[in-house]
């Protein structure tokens, strides 16, 4: 059982919301969102990925966003990138922390990236090597963690030989990311706990999906394992590539409003991201979704009828 009583809340929705939606969002609103966020009390934010152009056009401005961006000291920003290429746009662009991208799954992989895992993760040398001789921290990822759209579970000991590609590189911060919203906290419990035990010196973090409405159950298991840093979506932006209707991230005021209401520590204004998550409602009404936007907070109290009361259940 966690014993902390914080938790870290990285905000990802300028990369994992932005990138889902099909128009293209211009640089200066991205960054006017962002400057937003970064006045919430986020020590991290996930700003852009520097991919190919024509991969995600959505996101071909990232080096234009950052320029735009006001840099706050204690607010750290991070990019997702898939090559050497986008190591050097992201270190001119002033970021300081890559996030790799790797698939859990060969299937996955060689969709994504044209290769199978372990292909990928020797594709990651380079890399670090580079980043070595630069102020950027790396961290690595794991998609489609608890559950693979081609080949469904992932074995506790595909992690453990993935993970320890990544020690052997000497990266031992790991985003496990439930991609498609396939985990339970019963799964993701039993291998966020394996891993802990066999990497006691790794950071491992939560990337979840709402898909099937189990993100926040799913944090919380996290948590109980020892898991204190958390991905969220202001206004819960971010779809499923497999699944078109459906949810995205979880939405931040969901997962700061649960820990907090659970006592537990985010550092996160609430109110001020309710605004931005409100202004995102307002902009891209079809792709959020967010529980507190919906039935605000438990705080908000009501004023109580006077008269008979309905009776209900
Ligand atoms: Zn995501």
């Keep these: 059982m966690n014993s902390l009583k914080e938790i870290t809340v990285t905000e990802v929705c300028p990369r994992d919301g932005f990138q889902s939606i099909p128009e293209i969002i211009p640089a200066e609103e991205k960054a006017a969102y962002i400057n937003r966020m970064i006045e919430c009390g986020f020590k991290q934010i996930e700003v852009t990925s520097f991919v190919h152009p024509k991969a995600v056009p959505q996101l071909k401005d990232a080096s234009e966003v950052l320029q735009l961006v006001n840099r706050k000291p204690g607010v ?45 993760i020797k594709g990651f040398e380079p890399l670090v090597q580079r980043a070595a001789d630069s102020p950027v921290h790396v961290g690595g990822s794991i998609s489609v963690a608890f559950g693979c759209p081609y080949e469904g579970d992932v074995p506790v000991e595909r992690h453990i030989e993935i993970t320890k590609r990544y020690e052997q590189l000497g990266i031992t911060d790991i985003s496990l990311a439930d991609t498609t919203g396939m985990a339970n906290p019963v799964k993701l419990k039993r291998i966020v706990e394996v891993l802990k035990e066999t990497f006691p010196h790794f950071r491992f973090s939560l990337h979840l999906h709402n898909t099937r409405g189990m993100a926040f159950a799913n944090a919380v298991a996290g948590y109980e394992a020892g898991i204190v840093d958390f991905d969220s979506s202001a206004a819960g932006l ?11 991230n979880i939405a931040t005021e969901d997962l700061v409003h649960g820990f907090e209401e659970m006592g537990i520590n985010t550092g996160i204004n609430l109110d001020r991201v309710l605004e931005v998550a409100k202004l995102l409602q307002q902009r ?3 792709q959020s979704d967010s529980f507190i936007l919906k039935a605000g907070k438990c705080s908000d109290l009501h004023i109580a009828p006077s008269g008979q009361v309905k009776i209900g259940d």
């Design 76 to 120: 750290k920003l991070r990019a997702l990138i898939p090559n050497l290429r986008g190591l050097d746009r992201a270190i001119d662009a002033g970021i300081d922390k890559v996030k790799l991208m790797l698939s859990a799954t060969d299937s996955h992989s060689r969709h994504n990236a044209n290769a199978t895992t372990f292909e990928a």
């Design 238 to 248: 971010g779809g499923c590539p497999y699944a078109p209707n459906a949810s995205g």
């Design 284 to 286: 891209f009404p079809v």
